[in-house]
């Protein structure tokens, strides 16, 4: 029978929101495919398995690291030649597993669906070998955890919600501000200063909240963005809702 590869949506950190279904996927596959920022790092995804799966079931595993860089993506231009060759690198190595007959399982932050390495694994590794069977396994979003944990709803009744990188330009991140009821900023880390600055500007300060690592050990919640002072963490969202 054709191996599958599974791109598992692990949640945003706390091992309790796997859901049962990505929970067994994992279970199921021998081989454990994650990906890491940096080729000498820790996988955030793998910790997040490691601690979700019975470590007996872990050893009998084999975990293959993935270094994917972490540079911007434009959609619609060409990515960066690191960038892509990691890709196609990933790729073939998942493939040299999946033509062993054995499942691979990705694990991916969160959901596939929101800014996730995994859809970029998906088109490479089909445009490279289209015969391959993917699956996806939805998972809970950082922006979910974020609003359970200050119990802010994303969006209700006739609210436009809009999600976005905080590493958009000036004038579409004022744009978007602007025009929506709740904006949801992911990766605010690298831009947080200039943040601050336009919610303020816009009188938005007291309508934000930033959630760092949500559902891990050292979670913060700061509901007063002026105070921050330096740097926050790669893993922290804003929500921003006027109503
Ligand atoms: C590459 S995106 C991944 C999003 C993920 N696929 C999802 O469904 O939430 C990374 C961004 O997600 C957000 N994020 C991921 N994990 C988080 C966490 N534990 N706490 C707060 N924000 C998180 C941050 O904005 C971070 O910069």
């Not at 920022?37 to 398995?49: D, E, K, Y």
């Amino acid at each position: 029978m054709q191996a599958t590869l599974y791109i598992i949506g692990i949640g945003p950190g706390d091992p309790d929101l796997l859901t049962i279904k990505a929970f067994n996927t994992l279970r199921h596959c021998p081989v454990v495919a994650t990906p890491k920022a940096t080729q000498h790092g820790h996988s955030t995804a793998l910790s997040i398995v490691q601690q979700a799966l019975p470590a007996s079931e872990l050893d009998e595993k084999e975990i293959v690291e993935l270094h994917f860089p972490m540079k911007k993506i434009h959609l619609g231009q060409e990515p960066d030649p690191e960038v892509l060759q990691a890709w196609q690198d990933a790729a073939g190595k998942i493939f040299a597993i999946l033509s062993q007959g054995r499942d691979v399982a990705f694990p991916t932050l969160g959901d596939p669906a929101i800014y996730s390495t995994g859809y970029y694994l998906y088109a490479t590794m089909i445009e490279m070998h289209p015969e391959v069977r993917v699956q996806f396994v939805p998972g809970i979003s950082a922006m979910s955890s974020c609003s359970a944990t200050t119990r802010t709803p994303i969006c209700l009744g006739d609210d436009m919600l809009a999600v976005i990188p905080a590493t958009f330009s000036d004038s579409r991140l004022r744009q978007i501000l602007e025009n929506f009821d709740t904006i949801v900023l992911m990766k605010v880390h690298r831009v947080i200063d200039n943040l601050i600055g336009l919610l303020n500007e816009l009188n938005l300060l007291d309508k934000a909240t930033l959630v760092e690592r949500v559902g891990m050990a050292d979670e913060r919640v700061l509901a007063d963005l002026s105070a921050i002072d330096g740097q926050v963490h790669y893993f922290s969202t804003i929500i921003v809702r006027k109503k």
